[in-house]
């Protein structure tokens, strides 16, 4: 009797548990009903009662780009013409400007003109925040809508009006449109001080390749300096590959989703690893995405030294979900952690030592010499006049690999890197 008391009771709390989760699976469906409900009669109202006569298919678009655009600045809505100029940008060869283009504080800002392109020629900077295309305002513009504008026949013009930073009023930069072809690394030496410079415009496939490539061209070096400024990203595994280089072991990056099977991990392998050769990254505002991953797990490591400016903040992942033939929908469905566990998104890496661009300042006045000394030095100098010309000629072809004192000190930022190369060197002896 006792034992059918102890059955009868746990029989009625299996009912009132199973009760209690069938009305809470009928309350959140009654809510998704509503929510449904609310939103086909807000459907009707504005094709029946707004001013243009619209047909429901635009209104439905209308809402999903709404819905989007709202999630945050990298999802959105690819309708027919925009989902084919995303194949054509990923799959063929089209005319642009040479520009990665992001939303900060809902206005249209270029992350960084990619090296060597029109845009870069034309002198567009990082930071600046595009008003309008041509006579086309850009407020309330969706990244995929200017993307479309700016891409067009190669030898075709546009114009650019931008508003920068310490500028009285916005600029109007004209720019021909040309077939984007970026060399994403190349390599120099600064001679006197034996340190290598690896440039890094984006991160491409041919990232991991070339930089092997230089790192085995020059040996026996003092160090390297890495420079990530203004490079808008790209390719996650080479983002890796390059990190995996000079750290041994541990967490590179790691990617974390609204589900387990969103989330991944990267870790560093030791082979091949160069380890024992300081190292120094250069960012600054430019610098995106996969940029950011590298130096900021380069720091989480303490494998280099950061100098420059705060980074980009773009840390989010994007894939490309197919609604039909014609139609895909952009949606972020996960943000990339660094070793440390923090996050990249919206906030960026902070560089160790904080460098602004410019001239490495230097005494005005250099040409002190006595007044016994004066005329033989001018005799000298007269007859290294008519050479002169010759050997600056012949040099500039000798040294396209090479970075010159006098370039050195046009940055600050690279000098503040060769400096603390030497710092370094000094300490690992």
Same mark, same amino acid.
């Given at each position: 009797?006792?034992?059918?008391?102890?059955v009868? #009771?746990?029989?009625?709390s299996?009912?009132?548990?199973? +009760?209690?989760?069938?009305?809470?699976?009928?309350?959140?469906?009654?809510?998704?009903?509503? !929510?449904y409900?609310?939103?086909?009669?807000?459907?009707?109202?504005?094709?029946?009662?707004?001013? &243009?006569?619209?047909?429901?298919?635009?209104?439905?678009?209308?809402?999903?780009?709404?819905?989007l655009e709202?999630?945050?600045?990298?999802?959105?809505?690819?309708?027919?013409?925009?989902?084919? =100029?995303m194949?054509?940008?990923?799959?063929?060869e089209f005319? @642009?400007?040479?520009?990665?283009?992001g939303?900060r504080n809902?206005?249209?800002?270029?992350i960084?003109p990619? =090296?060597?392109?029109?845009?870069?020629?034309?002198?567009?900077?990082?930071?600046?925040?595009?008003?309008?295309?041509?006579?086309?305002?850009?407020?309330?513009?969706?990244?995929?809508?200017?993307?479309?504008?700016?891409?067009?026949?190669p030898?075709?013009?546009?114009?650019?009006?931008?508003?920068? =930073?310490?500028?009285?009023?916005?600029?109007?930069?004209?720019?021909t449109?040309?077939i984007?072809?970026?060399? !994403?690394?190349? !390599?120099?030496?600064?001679?006197? &001080?034996?340190?290598?410079?690896?440039?890094?415009?984006?991160?491409d496939?041919?990232?991991?390749?070339k930089?092997?490539?230089?790192?085995?061209?020059?040996?026996? #070096?003092?160090?390297?300096?890495?420079?990530?400024?203004?490079?808008?990203?790209?390719?996650?595994?080479?983002?890796?590959?390059?990190t995996?280089?000079f750290?041994?072991d541990?967490? #590179?990056?790691?990617?974390?989703?609204?589900?387990?099977?969103?989330? /991944? =991990?990267?870790?560093?392998?030791k082979?091949?690893?160069?380890?024992?050769?300081?190292?120094?990254?250069?960012?600054?505002?430019? /610098?995106?995405s996969? /940029?950011?991953?590298?130096?900021?797990a380069?720091?989480?490591?303490?494998?280099?030294?950061?100098?420059?400016?705060?980074t980009?903040?773009?840390? +989010?992942?994007?894939?490309?979900?197919?609604?039909?033939?014609?139609?895909?929908?952009?949606?972020?469905i996960?943000?990339?952690?660094?070793?440390?566990?923090?996050?990249?998104?919206?906030? @960026?890496v902070?560089?160790?030592i904080?460098?602004?661009? @410019?001239?490495?300042p230097?005494?005005?006045?250099?040409?002190?010499?006595?007044?016994?000394?004066?005329k033989?030095?001018?005799?000298?100098?007269?007859?290294?006049?008519?050479?002169?010309?010759?050997?600056?000629? !012949?040099?500039?072809?000798?040294?396209e690999?090479?970075?010159?004192?006098?370039?050195?000190?046009?940055?600050?930022?690279?000098? /503040?890197?060769?400096?603390?190369?030497?710092?370094?060197?000094?300490?690992?002896?």
């Amino acid at each position: 009797m006792k034992h059918l008391k102890f059955v009868t #009771i746990g029989f009625a709390s299996t009912m009132i548990g199973a +009760s209690l989760m069938l009305s809470t699976t009928l309350l959140a469906s009654e809510t998704r009903l509503q !929510s449904y409900d609310k939103f086909q009669k807000i459907v009707d109202a504005v094709e029946k009662n707004y001013v &243009d006569d619209l047909e429901l298919k635009e209104i439905i678009d209308k809402s999903i780009e709404g819905l989007l655009e709202n999630l945050d600045a990298h999802s959105s809505y690819l309708d027919e013409k925009h989902f084919k =100029e995303m194949k054509i940008q990923t799959d063929g060869e089209f005319g @642009g400007l040479g520009i990665t283009i992001g939303m900060r504080n809902g206005a249209l800002t270029i992350i960084a003109p990619m =090296e060597g392109t029109p845009a870069d020629k034309a002198g567009v900077k990082s930071g600046d925040i595009i008003l309008k295309i041509n006579k086309q305002s850009t407020l309330n513009m969706t990244i995929d809508e200017a993307v479309g504008l700016m891409r067009g026949k190669p030898k075709t013009s546009l114009t650019l009006t931008i508003v920068r =930073e310490g500028e009285n009023k916005p600029l109007e930069i004209p720019i021909t449109r040309d077939i984007i072809k970026v060399d !994403s690394v190349y !390599s120099k030496i600064i001679k006197k &001080d034996n340190i290598l410079f690896l440039r890094v415009t984006n991160f491409d496939k041919n990232v991991e390749r070339k930089t092997k490539e230089a790192l085995s061209k020059y040996r026996d #070096i003092k160090g390297i300096i890495l420079d990530l400024r203004n490079n808008p990203g790209g390719l996650l595994n080479q983002a890796v590959a390059l990190t995996d280089l000079f750290v041994e072991d541990g967490i #590179i990056v790691s990617q974390k989703g609204r589900y387990k099977e969103q989330d /991944s =991990e990267y870790r560093a392998t030791k082979v091949g690893t160069i380890s024992d050769i300081p190292l120094v990254v250069l960012v600054n505002g430019g /610098s995106a995405s996969a /940029s950011e991953i590298v130096s900021g797990a380069l720091q989480d490591h303490k494998r280099a030294v950061i100098i420059g400016e705060k980074t980009f903040g773009k840390g +989010s992942v994007q894939v490309i979900l197919p609604v039909d033939e014609k139609e895909a929908l952009r949606l972020t469905i996960a943000r990339y952690y660094l070793p440390s566990g923090r996050t990249i998104q919206a906030v @960026g890496v902070t560089p160790d030592i904080t460098v602004y661009p @410019g001239k490495v300042p230097q005494q005005e006045n250099e040409f002190m010499i006595k007044e016994n000394e004066l005329k033989k030095h001018l005799e000298s100098e007269l007859a290294k006049v008519d050479t002169n010309v010759k050997k600056d000629k !012949s040099k500039e072809k000798q040294d396209e690999e090479v970075i010159t004192q006098e370039q050195l000190f046009e940055d600050l930022q690279l000098k /503040s890197a060769v400096d603390i190369i030497k710092v370094l060197g000094i300490k690992q002896k």
